[in-house]
């Protein structure tokens, strides 16, 4: 263990004893706080104020559905459904107790605990989320506390209880719980805290059920999105709101938005505000006459110079030109607008800011800008300035909390700063997010053999560990596990987290999430979501024995058919960023027609004598997928209990999805080749198959619809997922052609 993950002894007494001494006359107290009951407290999260400065009522929420929790798994693990009462911490039940709360919030651990050593200023130095699980005999009777060094710790210490008792969450879906039976008695001396204090997903769009909250909550997985309409449950739960993507400049700052003052030179603005700028000396009018003035046509000089022109554009709400960024009254207006988002607009109610810029936008090229350095300079200036905005806004009182920033590490502000961030900057409130988009998956993330792999270490070295760097802060990884262009893949990464997630602790990362995850229908993305949520909260996780356990529960009889299975899927997608997600990636050249659908050696039609091929070939992966759908079809034919027998259909239908994505292009990658060979009967037998595959396709409407989908999109298809819908287009046409050859 490391030093930051405290894990004392967990005594074991795996002794077997009659069903009527397991868990005998045994009590749950936990404090009501305000409500008459446990049942009407752990559901009160719509009446609670979870930002007034009043906890009581917010952590009665938490723990009494801590105490429900508990009481539920209990008593289906024992057959008992009687047993396990929840009483209030005011009283003194007869038999033995499971306290839920430490000595700061139940009266009754109040008295108990400091006689099992447990103590307000131990749990409190365990840090936020932390927790003990102590029990003891006190008084003649067995107790055991469960107590958080607060309401969210207190709740992680129910969910861990319950995982060491054996009970699983593989899924948000009910048939994804895992339940034994128990008969049993354990002792527990336990003291955890999160290794990563933030773990979770990226996500925007309205997405995610209660259930998938639930899951996140049962896993100990704490970041979600303010878009997800379940706030009171989020908050409940612990699960922390972020707020804000590429799409905040046109929200908040867009070039064609109305200008929201009395502009002088203009009439029929009377009624708004007084003008706190000056008149630009560029100013024109309004020049589209559309009777109102925009924010570029008020204040031209507040747009971006390109090419020697003041343009205002974006595109698609998230692509084209940033703002005049030494502007110091255009800066003003923004991060007015953006103080104004948190407190009473779009973000009001976040907890923390994901400050991105437009995606690979473009910086002004005026002197002025160009001096400040640069973009990933400039951007960290407006980091500090937003920073600050938030702070006059609390000691204003137009916020009651701190507003945790995340700004980019990413595309055009990949490269590390190249002089010193200012003085105050505050590294407590201002985070890096490092995001390595278009990485390789086939090699380790500091594999020193792979030069895609390495420009990223590259980057990470230079912004969090070299000597000189200039950025002292800590950092947030942004993984890609299901970025968008991947549509859902059944992917599987369970190698690569293995030695990943330990080398960005080891380096300075303390909070990690992935872009996209899917809210349900997992099927093979199941083992991700699991073993990322142990891996974050225990970095020393041995994954070895994660997976035993995990093919075990999951998979019963059939444990080690799918084992092997997921081996094998792992190898088959591992190049999923050459297949899909690259500038270069085989769906893009396929979907275009080029004559070389393979220019990059990590992905080669096939492995040829003298060729440099960094990864799995196509070929190889289809072979890869052939033996995948021979294991899962063994594991299918077993005789399973029917939650198992549920959980493979669901695997087998997203491996299908994926095996048919794979096979696709692989028969219009053949296919093309074959015409560059002046083989039209051969290439024509395999542009069939690619129909027949791409009918199929066409049909699944299933595999992908929990995703992040674009909103271009919302009529997504397996077929259009695989973005090379074109390809056939392209192939019938050679074919019609006297001149075959793709060109």
Known sequence: MTPQHLTFVAGLLLTVFPAATAFSETTIVVNFGPYGSAQAAGHAEAEVDWLDADRTDDVACTECFGALELQHYLRKMTSREKDFEIRDDRSEPAGDWILIGGPESNALARRVAPKLNVTSDRLIALGPQGYRIKSGTVDGRQVTLVAGSDRIGTLYGVYDLLHRLGVRWFGPEAFQEEIPLARWIMTWDVAEKPDFIARGFMAWQPRGSKEFLLWMARNRLNEWTIECPHHDSMRKLGIKMFAGNHDTLGLLFHPDAEYPYNHAAIQGDESKPADPYPRSPLFKGDVNRDGKLSYAEAQPQWQGLFGGKRIGKIRKGTFGNHFCTSNPDACREFFKNYVEAVTKGAYRGADAIRFWMLDRGKWCECDACKALGTPTDRNLLLVHQLDNAFKEARRNGLLNRQIPIRFLVYAEVLSPPTRPLPQNFDYSTCTATFYPIRRCYVHQFDDPTCETNQRYADMYRGWFLEPSRHYRGNVVIGEYYNVSKFRSLPICFMHGM??????????????????????????????????????????????????????????????DTMHDFYKVLEHMFSNIDQLKESRHSLAYLLNRGVKDLFPDPHLQFAREPGDKTNGPTLVEMVEAGKQCRELINRAMAANVPERIRQRLIEDERQFTYGERTLNYYYHCATSFRLLRQDRRDAARHHLTEAKRIARLLERDTWSMRLCYIEKSKADHNGLTCTDAVNAIRRLEKLLADKDPKPK
């Open 498 to 559: 293995a030695h990943d997630i330990p080398y960005y602790h080891e380096n300075r990362a303390r909070a990690f999430q992935y872009m996209h995850v899917t809210t349900g229908r997992w099927g093979n993305k199941s083992l991700t979501n699991y073993q990322m949520a142990r891996q974050l909260w225990d970095v020393d996780t041995h994954c070895e024995t994660l997976w035993r356990d995990y093919f075990a529960r999951r998979y019963g009889p059939v444990a």
